[in-house]
T-cell receptor
């Protein structure tokens, strides 16, 4: 079983749609959680951290459920520019050296 | 600020050849990392350097060596390239190794080993 699992997709949605991605992690002692975005043939960039209470950044909402070891990302009012791969990232230790990246979920937003 | 830079951007090697991937950051970060990314898999940590003067193995260190030349630079060396090392290599840095620190990535090196 992979330590961080994501549905690879692709998700194909029209502009304006709401789309949700899920991620599960296996290590219950994981400390911190993130969503990164990776455009085609580019480097990953931090989209947002994920906090236990849930957090929102504009059209993006992240949720964490520690009991179920589950992280989600909700994108509202999808834009063409949201087309990318979204990486679920889990830090298993107190340092960045135990950061585990999911394989990513691909999103295509169509006009 | 250039952020994290990597050279070269592309490289083709023959099996058995050696090469060094270069990485530099200008953000005064203490910790630096080398990852590889293969289709269908997440980024996997090869080596990391928590601070200048230290290096440690990550998840997939076999076939690689690293040097933390100074605070800015962290290089990755393939002594005898193998086709299994065909991948995209990313260098990253963080201010410190703390769990909540954002990792900043370079643009990647696309390596093909024939």
């Amino acid at each position: 079983r992979k330590e961080v699992e994501q549905d690879p997709g692709p998700f194909n949605v029209p502009e304006g749609a709401t789309v949700a991605f899920n991620c599960t992690y296996s290590n219950s002692a994981s400390q911190s959680f993130f969503w990164y975005r990776q455009d085609c043939r580019k480097e990953p960039k931090l989209l947002m951290s994920v906090y236990s209470s849930g957090n929102e950044d504009g059209r993006f909402t992240a949720q964490l459920n520690r009991a179920s070891q589950y992280i989600s990302l909700l994108i509202r009012d999808s834009k063409l520019s949201d087309s990318a791969t979204y990486l679920c990232v889990v830090n298993q230790g107190t340092g960045g050296f135990k950061t585990i990246f999911g394989a990513g979920t691909r999103l295509f937003v169509k006009a | 600020n250039a952020g994290v830079t990597q050279t070269p951007k592309f490289q083709v090697l023959k099996t058995g050849q050696s090469m060094t991937l270069q990485c530099a950051q200008d953000m005064n970060h203490n910790s630096m990392y080398w990852y590889r990314q293969d289709p269908g898999m997440g980024l996997r940590l090869i080596y990391y350097s928590a601070s200048e003067g230290t290096t440690d193995k990550g998840e997939v260190p076999n076939g690689y060596n690293v040097s933390r030349l100074n605070k800015r630079e962290f290089s990755l060396r393939l002594e005898s390239a193998a086709p299994s090392q065909t991948s995209v290599y990313f260098c990253a840095s963080t201010f410190s190794g703390g769990a909540n620190n954002e990792q900043f990535f370079g643009p990647g090196t696309r390596l093909t080993v024939l």
